[in-house]
C-alpha cells in the first residue's frame, strides 16, 4: 500500500537524491549540448540545400525523431563492449557511455525540429540571402541567428526527452549506485525495492524539473512569435 510520510520523504532529499540529481542533469545537458553542436548545423543544412534525395533525408530526420530508446542504448552498448568498435576506450558503464547514448538519441530530435524552424525562415528570407551572395555558412549563421528562440526550444525540447528517457542509460550505465545512476533509473530500481520515500522524492523532482522545462518551451516559442509573427 501506498503509504509515504513527509518526514520519509524530507529525510530522503538528504541523502542520495542531490548526487542523483546532480549526475542527471550533467550527462544530460552535456548530451543535448552534443546534439546541438551536431542536430543544429545538420537540420539548417538540410533546410537550405537542395540536393538529390533530400525528400528521403527529410522523412529519415523526422522518422530518427522516434527512435525506440532501448534500440538506441543496444546499439551504444555494442559500440562500447569489449569486442565493439569502440570498447578498447574502456566506456560502457560510466557517465560517458550515458551522455553518448543520450547524444545518438536527441540529436535527430533536434536536427528534425531545427531542420523545420530553418526551413521556414528560409521561405521568407532565401531571395534576400542570395542576393546578398553570401556563402553557404554564413547564410546558416544568419538563420541560426535570427531564429534562435525556436531553435532555443528545439534544445529545450531535446534536454526534456533526455532528462525523462529510461531505457537507454540504463543499458550502458548500469544503474551504478554512486556512480552511474540517475533519476529515471533510480525511480524504477527503488520502486522495485519498495523503497517508495526514495522514488517520490526523486519522481517529484523530475517532475518539477520537466513541468520546467515544458513551461520555458512554451514561453521561448510564445516570444519567438511574438517576435517573429509566428
Request: hydrophobic share 55%; glycine share 10%; proline share 3%.
Amino acid at each position: 500500500m501506498f503509504d509515504v510520510s513527509i518526514d520519509e520523504l524530507i529525510r530522503s532529499f538528504e541523502g542520495d537524491v542531490l548526487a542523483i540529481v546532480a549526475l542527471s542533469l550533467r550527462v544530460s545537458l552535456s548530451a543535448v549540448a552534443i546534439a546541438a553542436v551536431v542536430g543544429m548545423p545538420l537540420g539548417a543544412l538540410v533546410a537550405v540545400v537542395r540536393f538529390p534525395g533530400r525528400s528521403i533525408a527529410v522523412t529519415v530526420l523526422n522518422a530518427m525523431m522516434g527512435l525506440p530508446a532501448v534500440l538506441v542504448g543496444l546499439i551504444v552498448y555494442l559500440s562500447l563492449s569489449r569486442s565493439g568498435p569502440l570498447g578498447t576506450f574502456g566506456l560502457l558503464f560510466t557517465p560517458a557511455a550515458m551522455i553518448i547514448a543520450q547524444a545518438v538519441l536527441t540529436t535527430p530530435l533536434v536536427a528534425a525540429l531545427t531542420r523545420q524552424t530553418i526551413e521556414d525562415a528560409w521561405r521568407q528570407h532565401g531571395e534576400t540571402l542570395r542576393s546578398l551572395r553570401l556563402p553557404l555558412a554564413s547564410r546558416v549563421r544568419v538563420l541560426l541567428w535570427d531564429c534562435r528562440f525556436s531553435v532555443a526550444a528545439a534544445f529545450l525540447a531535446g534536454l526534456g526527452r533526455a532528462m525523462s528517457e529510461v531505457g537507454t542509460v540504463m543499458i550502458v550505465g548500469g544503474n551504478i549506485d554512486g556512480f552511474t545512476r540517475v533519476m529515471t533509473t533510480a525511480i524504477a530500481l527503488e520502486t522495485s525495492k519498495g523503497d517508495l520515500p526514495l522514488a517520490v522524492a526523486l519522481g517529484l523532482v523530475l517532475m518539477t524539473l520537466v513541468l520546467a522545462l515544458n513551461a520555458l518551451v512554451s514561453t521561448v516559442r510564445g516570444v519567438a512569435m511574438r517576435r517573429y509573427g509566428g
